[in-house]
């Protein structure tokens, strides 16, 4: 698929959306098996007697969920070529089975490139929210996008 977003495409203030998942107990337990297997994610008797109270997502499991929201949303129609790393990751609050995600991405920075005319940076703020408008976790972090039409040198 051809990208149809580039760097020049994006504008400081603009808000992308995208719908995600309604997380399952089942979803939970399969990531913490895999990625992060501490109790409370795992076993909910466990997590019953945690600081949780009951079964909570990890939030590196948030964290993918939201990456999957961002290339529905846009990454995946867009002429993305990577990221230099996140500079901020927060877990607000637990993301329990039966939430039902949604993602906002904020753009706060563009740069184009220097150095590599045909290359922008965007920096973004992401939030995940859940059925009940709450911030369940914030990331801020940069993106590189090819340009439409690469600056002069």
Same mark, same amino acid.
């Given at each position: ?13 603009? *808000?992308?959306?995208? +719908?995600? /998942?309604?997380?399952?107990? &089942? @979803?939970?337990? $399969?990531?913490? *098996?895999?990625?992060? +297997?501490? /109790?409370?994610?795992?076993? &909910? @008797?466990?997590? $019953? ?13 948030? @964290? ?90």
């Amino acid at each position: 698929m051809e990208p149809t977003l580039f760097f020049e495409d994006f504008a400081v203030g603009q *808000t992308l959306e995208a +719908p995600g /998942p309604t997380v399952t107990k &089942e @979803a939970i337990v $399969a990531f913490a *098996t895999q990625f992060d +297997p501490q /109790p409370f994610h795992l076993d &909910e @008797a466990a997590a $019953a007697k945690s600081l949780f109270g009951g079964l909570v997502a990890s939030g590196w499991h948030t @964290a993918a969920m939201c990456m999957r929201m961002m290339v529905d949303g846009y990454v995946g129609r867009a002429a993305s070529m990577g990221s230099p790393g996140v500079d901020e990751l927060r877990w607000l609050k637990p993301v329990r089975p039966g939430d039902t995600l949604r993602m906002k991405a904020t753009v706060v920075e563009l740069r184009p490139s220097k150095s590599k005319p045909h290359l922008g940076s965007i920096c973004h703020r992401w939030e995940v929210m859940n059925q009940k408008d709450e911030i369940v976790m914030s990331m801020k972090g940069w993106a590189l996008f090819a340009r439409r039409t690469p600056a002069a040198p």
